[in-house]
């Protein structure tokens, strides 16, 4: 069975430094890794989605790596800004009908 | 183009009783799903549907039957509600590989 772990749980920062976010994966055999952000009581929003044969993606200040023979992706997140603050999960799909399995998230917090 | 919507927002029920939580998408998807989220558990899967008239069970299925009459709409229905059934129920529609969510219903269930 996938276990997707995300560490740390919870991350405090200053604004603008520059952080990386872990995600590891059990079973190497995937097809894709997603990441999201999700906003308190909201929903879930789509900020990367990595292909297996892919290495990287980057979405303005946002960059995702996936090594998917160690079963682990990074999303790095460059000139932090207060506004990034959220808790950010990773998804991965390793199986048919595109269904995927969560992380239980970072839970990150930019302070001035 | 309003994505992926969720009725109702917030419920309270009492043990026993029913309810049927509706998720509508306006993007053609074939591919929806629903999700519990629950603290120090992230998302699992319930049940999805890969298109009109189909369904299939997930990873925590019990105690939830789900419908996909028309492509838009996919509900989920709860026949005699428990309180550990208490959380926060998202639906997400998808054109593969990326999936979108819905903004979420809180349930508790007393």
């Known amino acids: 069975k996938q276990e997707v772990t995300q560490i740390p749980a919870a991350l405090s920062v200053p604004e603008g430094e520059n952080l990386v976010l872990n995600c590891s994966f059990t079973?190497?055999?995937?097809?894709?890794l997603q990441w999201f952000r999700q906003d308190p009581g909201k929903g879930l929003t789509s900020l990367l989605l990595?292909?297996?044969?892919?290495r990287e993606q980057t979405s303005g200040r946002l960059n995702a790596s996936l090594d998917k023979s160690s079963g682990r992706s990074t999303l790095y997140i460059a000139a932090s800004q207060p506004g990034d603050s959220a808790t950010y999960l990773c998804?991965?799909?390793?199986?048919?009908?595109?269904?995927?399995?969560f992380g239980t998230g970072t839970q990150l917090k930019v302070e001035l | 183009n309003a994505g992926v919507t969720q009725t109702p927002k917030f419920r309270v029920l009492k043990t026993g009783q029913s309810m049927t939580l509706l998720c509508a998408q306006d993007?053609?998807?074939?591919?929806m799903y629903w999700y519990r989220q629950d603290p120090g558990m992230g998302l699992r899967l319930i049940h999805y549907?890969?298109?009109?008239?189909?369904?299939a069970k997930g990873e925590v299925p019990d105690g939830y039957n789900v419908s996909r009459l028309k492509k838009q709409n996919f509900l989920l229905g709860l026949e005699s509600a428990a309180p550990s059934q208490t959380s926060v129920y998202f639906c997400?529609?998808?054109?593969?590989?990326?999936?979108?969510f819905g903004p979420g219903t809180r349930l508790t269930v007393l």
């Open positions: 998804a991965v799909r390793a199986g048919g009908g595109n269904k995927l399995t």
């Open positions: 990595i292909q297996s044969s892919q």
């Open positions: 993007m053609n998807h074939e591919y």
């Open positions: 997400a529609s998808s054109y593969p590989p990326e999936q979108f």
């Open positions: 549907s890969v298109g009109e008239g189909t369904t």
């Open positions: 079973d190497s055999a995937i097809y894709n």
